[in-house]
């Protein structure tokens, strides 16, 4: 089928490896044991809202085959252009960028975004077949919708024993409170 | 190797003017030529450099007219510019606009399948821009090119006149062209809120870099451009002709009014981001009073950080998509490098002041843009930000100036308490056509003789 | 070492390939229909998944290393237990599992689901960090809610200006209350 393998409707896939030096397995394995618990860590990510899912995992040997050095593997499931996907975490959260990245060989930094999009680039593979379940829906719809769905159907639950003017005031509610994810 | 110059400011007599400062004047014409072969096509470039008009201050008044020159990918190898200066040339220009049309949102009524004849064909090659203050001066002038594009045996594949309307406004009554960015080294005094919002409350200017080619740009490297001379001191080319339905936009206006005039004039307002006087909406919500901001300069001092639920100023209001300035957070972070110089300018007729009606006139924008990445500024705001809306968190709404949408449950949402839904989304304004060109310097001109 | 956020899970697997069949698998696989048509559509618990040859290791270190063989790398964002999840898999998408994964060193087959299970999850490398936004939600809520937007949009579209009572009697009929 035509087009882009890492796209598919507004959803993007990046999988990525990278050689990691010796002494910064032992911090990154720190950094993703206590990064869960650091939510001042996670809010920037969480407020540039473009990220599905994405992982981590330091690689250390594969199933036949032993590795000399512990690799870094990143996929993310994301939406938006690969280029602003980029360029939001050189410009935006550059430090997160280096604090996982700094010990990976090769690494130029995460500024100024050229050098850092290359390298991803050159550490990236195609996927050869990408499967979104919801591929037209952003990270933003969902989470709009998840939310709308919960205040909706409260609203039907109390639908049948309201006055036409306790429910207009009610719905003139919900459609302020998410009038933002309509 | 490309050369590069790291000093802040341009060498303006090698760059074209109408770039970094507008000429002002009240009328245009643009005529895109196809070169039949090469030896024609030079001699006609060479007829045209001595009257090129260049970036320098004018010491002895306003001239009558100007020139200018543009070229396409395909005008650049008509003209037998060698592979090597070719290859550096990014692939968004290569390709050109009419190949972009699917990611630019230009399908349906915008595809270049229907687009005016010589648009969007691999037969425009070279744009001659022509500036004048009055009509007679540009007939003069057209009637000179014509001559000479007649003598070197070019052919002219579209021509265009625009014209300024009265109060510099564009056909929808929208004081239109002031807003622009503020850039290091272009010679004009930057006023609040023309460049990135930064922490402190200051605006910076944006590295010269980010619209002229061979400088440093804000991820301190160089734009892609062709080697040798025609990539320093140049520039690339936005040249885009829209259709707007101007009565459509009167009556969708009207309808949604209920035929109050105060009200009318609020909603273009939400809908613009701008009352019609140029007053941002964010500045001075329940009405325009022009005279305060812009007595003050403070025209576009505004940020959108004390309204991020859009209450003064929608969302998806037109100025804010095309300029989010602090929207997307982090100050101006994410915005900064997706800004454009714009010199675009009305053609056609008014329509008459009453009329809810289109009346077959043929009237709209000749859209003109500048900037040093056509897919980072240009179409990253006109498909990211227009013809879209999730980065905005707004889903699959698109801006309503600017690009119709068919889908029945197409709207703009003006926030509020509660919140009104513009709905159906009809098309306002339709491409008829475009290019991407490459604006060379006078020392780049000169390859091409 | 997190493989889970909320209840939603990681899966990471990379089983090697037999020499010189990886031209002929990323052919299989990049053939294969995408979006709805796609064969992992019929894996409900599917939020994102992706098949990804791996054929080289990146350059960079001084003595980098160089790989033995291919391997086919299968990610796959899931709800629930991964155990059940690739059970379903062999069950859902027999021919393609079979297809696809025979090209594998060690494969024992598809047509008994716990062997498939066993041997995919004997070749699963754990998540060092996982992240997901909204780690709560099954496919199933996604969609549920993408449609209950859908239809409040339309309602309210359809319902603006109109008096207090009328609408309230197309809400019950539009959301069946």
């Known amino acids: 089928m035509a087009g882009d393998p890492n796209k598919l409707g507004r959803a993007s896939a990046l999988t990525v490896l990278s050689a990691v030096k010796p002494r910064g397995v032992p911090l990154l394995r720190l950094l993703f ?14 407020r540039l809202s473009f990220i599905h899912f994405a992982r981590w995992t330091l690689v250390r040997g594969l199933p036949g085959q032993d590795l000399r050095h512990v690799h870094l593997f990143f996929e993310s499931n994301f939406n938006g252009t690969w280029s602003q996907y980029i360029d939001a975490f050189s410009y935006v959260v550059p430090k997160h960028i280096s604090g996982i990245w700094r010990w990976s060989y090769g690494f130029p930094g995460p500024l100024p975004a050229g050098p850092f999009k290359a390298y991803i680039a050159e550490h990236e593979y195609e996927a050869d077949h990408f499967y979104s379940a919801y591929p037209e829906a952003s990270v933003t719809m969902i989470l709009g919708a998840l939310e709308l769905r919960r205040d909706l159907d409260r609203l039907r639950a109390r639908a049948p024993s309201m006055s036409a003017e306790a429910f207009d005031d009610a719905y003139r509610d919900l459609l302020t409170a998410h009038q933002n994810h309509l | 190797m490309r050369p590069f110059a790291d000093t802040a400011l341009v060498d303006r007599a090698d760059l074209q003017g109408n770039i970094l400062r507008g000429y002002g004047f009240a009328q245009a014409a643009y005529v895109l030529l196809r070169v039949e072969d090469e030896r024609s096509g030079r001699r006609l470039i060479e007829d045209l450099l001595p009257r090129v008009t260049n970036a320098e201050p004018w010491s002895a008044g306003k001239p009558a007219t100007t020139l200018n020159v543009a070229l396409t990918y395909a005008g650049l190898r008509a003209l037998g510019v060698g592979p090597d200066a070719l290859a550096g040339c990014p692939e968004d220009f290569r390709l050109g606009m009419a190949a972009r049309a699917e990611q630019l949102g230009d399908t349906v009524d915008h595809a270049p399948e229907r687009w005016e004849a010589g648009l969007g064909t691999e037969a425009a090659h070279v744009l001659v821009m022509l500036n004048a203050q009055e009509e007679a ?160 300069d403070r025209i576009n001092d505004f940020r959108f950080e004390g309204d991020l639920d859009g209450r003064r100023c929608p969302i998806g209001a037109h100025v804010r998509r095309t300029n989010p300035r602090d929207a997307l957070g982090w100050h101006g972070t994410r915005t900064r490098r997706h800004r454009m110089i714009r010199r675009g300018m009305p053609y056609g007729p008014p329509l008459a002041p009453e009329a809810t009606e289109d009346d077959g006139h043929d009237r709209g924008l000749v859209f003109v843009s500048f900037c040093a990445s056509l897919s980072r500024q240009f179409e990253t705001v006109q498909a990211q930000w227009c013809a879209d809306g999730n980065i905005f968190g707004l889903g699959d709404d698109k801006d309503l100036l600017i690009v119709g949408d068919d889908r029945d449950t197409a709207k703009m949402t003006i926030q509020g308490d509660p919140p009104y839904f513009l709905s159906p989304q009809p098309r306002l304004v339709t491409v008829r056509g475009g290019e991407y060109l490459l604006v060379p310097s006078l020392a780049g001109l000169a390859t091409l003789v | 070492m997190s493989d889970r956020s909320g209840q939603a899970r990681a899966l990471t697997s990379f089983t090697p390939i037999v020499s010189g069949r990886a031209g002929e698998l990323r052919a299989y696989l990049r053939g294969l229909p995408r979006g709805p048509a796609s064969p992992l559509a019929r894996l409900l618990r599917t939020h994102f998944a992706r098949w990804v040859i791996i054929d080289r290791l990146p350059t960079d270190p001084p003595d980098p290393d160089r790989l033995e063989q291919p391997y086919l790398l299968f990610t796959s964002c899931i709800d629930g237990e991964a155990d059940s999840y690739l059970r379903e898999l062999a069950e859902q998408l027999p ?49 549920q809610s993408l449609a209950a937007h859908e239809q409040l949009l339309r309602f309210a579209l359809d319902t603006q200006g109109l008096d207090a009572p009328t609408r309230l009697e197309r809400f019950r009929t539009a959301f069946r209350v």
């Not at chain 2, 409350?201 to 451009?225: C, K, M, N, Q, V």
């Not at chain 2, 936005?238 to 206006?253: A, I």
Request: charged fraction near 25%; glycine fraction near 12%.
């Open chain 3, 95 to 143: 021919g393609e599992a079979e297809t696809i994964w025979s090209h594998c060193r060690g494969f024992p087959g598809a047509r008994d689901a716990g062997a498939f299970a066993r041997w995919l999850l004997d070749h699963h490398v754990p998540t060092s960090f996982f992240v997901a936004n909204y780690p709560k939600a099954t496919v199933h809520d996604v969609r």
């Open chain 2, 137 to 296: 001066g540009l007939d003069d002038a057209l009637e000179d090119l014509r001559a000479k594009i007649g003598a070197a045996g070019l052919a002219v594949v579209h021509e265009q006149r625009a014209a300024l309307l009265e109060g510099n406004r564009e056909h929808f009554g929208f004081s239109d062209g002031f807003a622009q960015p503020a850039i290091e080294g272009d010679g004009v005094i930057a006023t609040p809120g023309q460049g990135t919002p930064e922490e402190d409350g200051e605006w910076s200017e944006l590295p010269l870099g980010e619209f002229i080619l061979g400088y440093e740009d804000a991820d301190r490297s160089r734009a892609t451009a062709p080697s040798g001379p025609l990539g320093l001191n140049a520039t690339y080319m936005v040249y885009r002709k829209l259709h707007q339905d101007v009565g459509l936009f009167r009556s969708l206006l009207r309808r949604h009014s209920g035929g109050d005039p105060g009200r009318e004039e609020l909603l273009a307002a939400k809908i613009v981001g701008r009352w019609r006087d140029g007053t941002p909406i964010e500045l001075s919500p329940d009405g325009s009073d022009r005279e305060r901001w812009r007595a003050a």
């Open chain 1, 33 to 46: 044991f206590v990064g869960p618990h650091l939510s001042p860590l996670l809010k920037p990510l969480q």
